[in-house]
């Protein structure tokens, strides 16, 4: 995979946090008004049960704290776009280690409580600047942060595929941090100035080889909507479905991003 060369966006640490927070609470209201069948529902996540997949959820957030527990690096050897390239490494100690929180938490609403509880604490006790050993890299808390909306957003769109008329609410906060990561993960995987890729009403950008758009309407244009965009990224929704059923618009001969998504796998 490409190492990120492309500086990646500011984000606001203060409303990271809120976003991570806000999308946690969320999940979290919606998880206490689940019943046991419901729970025991399958998951478009291989064989994870709703059950697992909220675990999970408390799993990806309270990564900040185990990532806490471990010395401080020496130095920064990684960037914020690096981590979307980097969440498959560990697939198979993430299913042992989510399967075992699922049995050992009975009590989800408790569960996520106490991780909402940890996190806060945590953001409290260490700076933003606070280097994490993570599975990108070396990265700074602050940054790191950011990768949470990710798995808040992509995570929360599982649970209310999986629980007919759940609907958890995406905190828009969370959505905008997460359509930008990963909109500019695009620009990495593919660098270029031929495409304009448009996810209004938070991420423009720029991708692909060729001839580079300087003034008027770009030959090669996509435009789609935050959470399809998501989606895409994410490898929950194929590119051709997606234009299939109008999620996505694209026009010119370079408009074609089939051959680039999933980002995340």
């Known amino acids: 995979m490409p190492p990120a060369k492309k500086r990646a966006r500011a984000y606001d640490p203060a409303k990271t946090r809120t976003a991570v927070l806000a999308q946690l609470g969320n999940v979290r209201e919606a998880v ?43 130095k920064q050897d990684a960037t914020l776009l690096d981590w979307p390239f980097a969440t498959a490494v560990s697939a198979g100690a993430i299913d042992a280690f989510t399967r075992r929180l699922s049995a050992e938490h009975p009590d989800l609403d408790a569960y996520l409580v106490g991780v909402a509880r940890g996190l806060a604490e945590q953001l ?63 620009a990495v995987k593919a660098p270029g100035g031929s495409t304009e890729v448009r996810i209004p009403p938070y991420a423009v950008v720029q991708c692909v080889e060729g001839p580079r758009h300087t003034r008027g309407t770009p030959p090669n244009v996509v435009e789609t909507d935050p959470l399809t ?36 796998s």
């Open 124 to 186: 409290d006790a260490h700076p933003g600047s606070r280097l994490l050993e993570t599975n990108a890299g070396a990265l700074p808390l602050a940054d790191y942060l950011v990768t949470r909306t990710v798995e808040l957003v992509v995570h929360t769109d599982d649970l209310n595929a999986a629980v007919a008329g759940l609907d958890i609410p995406l905190d828009r906060q969370a959505l905008a941090a997460a359509t930008r990561l990963l909109a500019d993960a695009l």
């Open 229 to 264: 965009w998501v989606r895409l990224a994410s490898g929950r929704l194929t590119w051709a479905a997606a234009v299939e059923r109008a999620k996505v618009a694209a026009s010119g001969e370079r408009a074609d991003l089939a051959g680039l998504l999933p980002l995340m």
């Open 32 to 74: 206490r008004t689940l019943t046991p069948e419901q729970l025991a529902l399958p998951t478009r996540l291989g064989e994870w049960t709703v059950r697992e997949l909220v675990a999970h959820v408390g799993m990806a957030v309270t990564a900040v704290g185990r990532s806490l527990e471990l010395p401080e690096p020496a």
